[in-house]
């Protein structure tokens, strides 16, 4: 298995640019999350989804857009990418509600 | 809201020392506790979870304990070795979704 993968695994942007990231699992888990991870802040949730079809917001979703439209796929959407949103960003999957997640490999995303 | 303190931020130790880290959250109404490793510019592996009913959960070297009524976990770390140098980030699941520490970045010189 391969867990979970993400694509791209590096990035640049320019300011105002859209890009979609990309999570695939092969576990046939319901819950997915994305995160992004900054210096002196840790991980924080951007969105999540309990299964296909559904998604909800975590703690920081402003200037992003998720989808699940199938339950081994989570695209994590920047419409208009801004510098503050230089990081980088990691995907999880669990089976159960609040049960062990395990991480993507992450995308660094840069935006100039 | 809940709130995951580790304590050390940073922490430098000889080959062979057993050593703990610290990780403390300020809601003790979690479900569990989940430790975390990460290497540098790697994602995380999960180590151990620990639920809020166990006291302790052990994997090889590492043992996590568990107290929810004092808002404290911790990790155990025996017979320390370089390979085991990363960060170690714990993460509580609660009400909402993992909420992390920043974690305790690790050093083991050989």
């Known amino acids: 298995n391969a867990g979970v993968t993400q694509t791209p695994k590096f990035r640049v942007l320019k300011t105002g640019q859209s890009m979609t990231l990309l999570c695939a699992q092969d576990m046939n888990h319901e819950y997915m999350y994305w995160y992004r991870q900054d210096p002196g802040m840790g991980l924080r949730l951007i969105h999540y989804s309990v299964g296909e079809g559904t998604t909800a917001k975590g703690e920081v979703p402003d200037g992003y857009n998720v989808s699940r439209l199938k339950k081994q796929n989570f695209l994590l959407g920047l419409e208009s990418a801004a510098p503050s949103q230089t990081s980088v960003y990691f995907c999880a999957s669990s089976s159960q509600n609040r049960g062990e997640q395990y991480f993507g490999p992450g995308t660094r995303l840069t935006v100039t | 809201k809940q709130e995951v303190t580790q304590i050390p931020a940073a922490l430098s130790v000889p080959e062979g020392e057993n050593l703990v880290l610290n990780c403390s959250f300020t809601d003790s109404a979690i479900y569990n506790l989940q430790w975390f490793r990460q290497d540098p510019g790697k994602g995380l592996t999960s180590l151990l979870l620990?639920?809020?009913?166990?006291r302790e959960q052990t994997s090889g070297r590492l043992n996590a304990s568990l107290d929810k009524s004092s808002g404290r976990s911790t990790l155990y770390i025996a017979a320390s070795q370089p390979g085991d140098s990363a960060t170690y980030l714990c993460a509580v699941n609660g009400n909402t979704p993992l909420v992390f520490g920043k974690g305790t970045r690790l050093s083991v010189i050989a």
């Open positions: 620990i639920q809020s009913s166990q």
